[in-house]
């Protein structure tokens, strides 16, 4: 007999794997950060605001914290400035913390058993001389 082949189910979307799309978003939880950047004021590089508003990216260069956010070109930019927003909602990195660095162990040694001159362990030896 031959084994059966074995079959792969084919992976669709469910409802417990939700996909992330920009969509209009509201300060409903925002995470501040003190001395952070405050309202309308550019968030790129804290990635978070001080007083409560979220921080929103225009693109990969340029991120401002804002109430609220609707995808697209925002009549309200500057002249020459007014690109599409994404509005994805930036927060700041995560501290990594490295783990500590494991001490390596101090091998025991034993101590080598201590030789009765009086006796000969295994016998005569390199003088012969053992009695």
């Known amino acids: ?3 059966e082949p074995s079959v792969t189910p084919a992976t669709t979307p ?5 996909v992330s ?3 209009p978003a509201l300060a409903v939880d925002p995470t501040t950060c003190p001395g952070g950047p405050g309202l309308w004021e550019s968030c790129q ?5 001080m007083d409560g508003s979220m921080c929103f990216a225009k693109d990969a ?3 401002q914290c804002r109430p609220s956010c609707t995808p697209g070109i925002h009549e309200d930019d500057v002249p020459g400035q007014r690109t599409p927003w994404s509005c994805t909602v930036l927060s700041p990195e995560p501290s990594v913390i490295p783990a500590p660095t494991p001490t390596p162990a101090v091998p ?3 101590p080598a ?19």
């Open 1 to 3: 007999l031959s084994p």
């Open 14 to 18: 469910s409802p417990a794997m939700p």
């Open 21 to 23: 799309t920009p969509v």
């Open 45 to 49: 590089d804290s990635r978070c605001c």
């Open 61 to 63: 260069y340029y991120a």
């Open 108 to 110: 025991v040694s034993t």
């Open 113 to 131: 058993p201590a030789v009765d001159p009086t006796t000969c362990p295994g016998g005569p030896g390199l003088w012969e001389s053992c009695q």
